[in-house]
């Protein structure tokens, strides 16, 4: 006896449409792309099991997410929350801590996660991990820094004045890159 496909799955009104543009998205999650690819596999008609070999999940994976599909239409096909202990730290208060300059103290310009993990009393993963979600990266700021060097001025004016008065019988070299 043969195994017949299981009937086509019924796509609500419209869900189509934004089905093909999550699947085709390459800005989305790749997650949600499988799942959308997976309901529109079954709403043309594929087996069960031709669905699973074509997307690389299990038969089982894929009964899942046409059940979610059809309890919940396509809010069910998004990540439900993990289970798991609790963030202790707020991301958003590192981020904002992240984005105020650093105490004179110091002497720096900008944060690392390991100066900012210091400062908070929390972990440098904590703070690596809250910049990632955010996309924070404080040492690309695109503004200018003054340097907390204190002898900055001497040091500016010494290399000016190599340039604008060199030495007698300077020898000055070229390389090419």
């Known amino acids: ?12 009104e419209g869900d189509r449409d934004r089905l093909t543009r999550l699947v085709r998205s390459t800005a989305g999650r790749a997650g949600l792309a499988q799942r ?12 069960n099991t031709a669905i699973a070999e074509r997307v690389a999940v299990s038969r089982p994976t894929v009964i899942g997410w046409q059940d979610r599909y059809v309890a919940s239409g396509l809010e069910g096909l998004a990540d439900e929350p993990r289970s798991g202990r609790p963030r202790e730290h707020d991301h958003r208060s590192i981020v904002a801590a992240t984005l105020a300059p650093p105490p ?11 100066l900012l ?5 929390v972990g440098n993963a904590t703070i690596a991990r809250a ?47």
């Open 104 to 114: 004179k103290k110091y002497g720096v310009t900008h944060w690392s996660s390991r």
């Open 131 to 177: 910049w990632r979600d955010y996309g924070v990266q404080p040492w690309r700021v695109e503004t200018f820094k003054f340097s907390t060097d204190p002898e900055l001025v001497a040091k500016v004016t010494d290399v000016v004045g190599l340039y604008l008065a060199p030495p007698e019988n300077a020898i000055v070299l070229c390389v090419d890159e």
């Open 36 to 47: 959308a690819r997976i309901v529109l596999l079954a709403a043309d008609g594929l087996s």
């Open 1 to 12: 006896m043969a195994n017949r496909p299981a009937p086509a799955l019924g796509l609500r």
């Open 117 to 121: 993990g210091r400062h908070l009393k």
